[in-house]
C-alpha cells in the first residue's frame, strides 16, 4: 500500500522502523527509466524531439503538474522546459492552467494526435500555397536566373551524388522523370516495379508529349497487376534468369543516370543507396550498352501482354 506523503511509523520486535515513502519518489523513477523504448520511439517517429517525448510522457503520468514537478521528472533541464513546453501546447498536447505558478494539463492520446494530424495539415496546405505564390512571382524569375547564370562553364561530370533512403530516391527520381525529353529507359527489381505506381502520374505526361519510355525488370505473380498498369504509358519487358552488372538503373537522356547501389530486398527502405550522376558519357558510353543487351534478352510484355 503506498503512503501519500514522507513517513509512516510501525513497530517491529526489535524496535521502530521510520520508512518513507513519496509520490515524488516513485514518479522520478518513471521518465525517462521505465517508459517503454517502443513508446518513446513512436513518439519520435511523430516528429516529438527527445525533450519533447520525455515531457509529454512525465505530464502523462502526473496530469497536471508544475514546469518544476515535470523538469524533475522528466528530467528536462529547467532553463528548457519551459520553451518546450510552449511547443507541446502549440501541438495540441498540453493545456496551460494560468495562475501562480503555471501549471500543465495533459491532453488525452487520442485527442493529442487529432491535434497534431489537424496544425500539419494546416501547416502543409500553408507552405504548399506560398509555394505556388512563390513559382509564379518575380522572386522565382530572380532565384532560376542566379542558378543559370555561368551554368554552362560547369563540367557536366561536376552534377553527382549519392542519394539516401527510398523517399528520397523517389524523390529524386520524380525530378528526373520531369526533365525527360526524348526517352526514358528504367532497369529496375520486382519492388522497383510495385514503387513505380508512384510516378504513373509522372509517366502519363511524358507519354502525352511522346517521350520513349523502356522498363524492364522481373514480373511475378506478386507484382504482375502493377505491371499492367504501366503498359498504357510503357513499352515493357520481363527479366529473369540474369545475374544484373548493376541494381536499379535509370537513364533519362542519355544524360542522366540514377543507378541503386544495393539489393533492396536485403536492407530496410532508410538503408537503400542510389548514385545520380549528369554525364553524358557515363549515361551513353558505359550505361545504354549494359540496358541495350539485356533489354534483347528479356521478354516483350507490350504486345504479348503476359509473362
Known amino acids: 500500500m503506498l503512503i501519500s506523503q ?65 523538469s524533475e521528472l522528466s528530467r528536462v533541464p529547467r532553463a528548457r522546459v519551459y520553451d518546450v513546453l510552449e511547443s507541446l501546447e502549440q501541438k495540441g498536447f498540453v493545456v496551460v492552467q494560468h495562475g501562480s ?5 495533459a491532453v488525452e492520446p487520442k485527442e493529442a494526435f487529432e491535434n497534431l494530424k489537424s496544425n500539419i495539415k494546416k501547416e502543409a496546405e500553408l507552405t504548399v500555397t506560398r509555394l505556388e505564390e512563390l513559382k509564379k512571382s518575380d522572386i522565382m524569375t530572380d532565384l532560376v536566373a542566379l542558378y543559370k547564370k555561368d551554368l554552362k562553364m560547369v563540367s557536366p561530370g561536376s552534377f553527382n551524388a549519392v542519394i539516401k533512403s527510398e523517399d528520397k530516391i523517389k ?38 508529349k511522346n517521350v520513349e519510355i523502356n522498363i524492364m525488370g522481373p514480373i511475378t505473380t506478386r507484382n504482375r497487376k502493377q505491371a499492367m498498369e504501366l503498359l498504357p504509358y510503357a513499352n515493357l519487358r520481363h527479366l529473369e534468369g540474369t545475374e ?33 550522376t549528369q554525364s553524358p558519357h557515363v549515361a551513353n558510353e558505359l550505361m545504354e550498352p549494359i540496358f541495350k543487351q539485356l533489354w534483347i534478352q528479356a521478354k516483350d510484355i507490350t504486345k504479348s501482354g503476359n509473362n
Open 101 to 105: 505558478p503555471f501549471k500543465y494539463v
Open 171 to 208: 524523390m529524386q527520381t520524380k525530378t528526373l522523370l520531369s526533365k525527360a525529353k526524348i526517352q526514358v529507359n528504367i532497369l529496375t527489381s520486382e519492388k522497383g516495379i510495385v514503387d513505380l505506381k508512384e510516378h504513373m502520374r509522372s509517366l502519363s505526361k511524358l507519354k502525352s
Open 6 to 70: 514522507y513517513k509512516s511509523l510501525y513497530s517491529h520486535n526489535r524496535g521502530v522502523f521510520l520508512v518513507y515513502k513519496s509520490y515524488n519518489y516513485l514518479y522520478n523513477m518513471v521518465v525517462p527509466e521505465t517508459v517503454s523504448r517502443k513508446v518513446l520511439e513512436s513518439l519520435r517517429g511523430i516528429g516529438l524531439n527527445l525533450y519533447e517525448r520525455n515531457l509529454y510522457t512525465a505530464i502523462l503520468i502526473k496530469k497536471v503538474a508544475t514546469a518544476s514537478e515535470l
Open 244 to 276: 544484373l552488372p548493376v541494381g536499379k538503373l535509370q537513364i533519362i537522356d542519355g544524360e542522366h543516370v540514377l543507378m541503386g547501389l544495393v539489393n533492396d530486398t536485403e536492407i530496410e527502405p532508410s538503408q537503400e543507396i542510389a548514385f545520380w
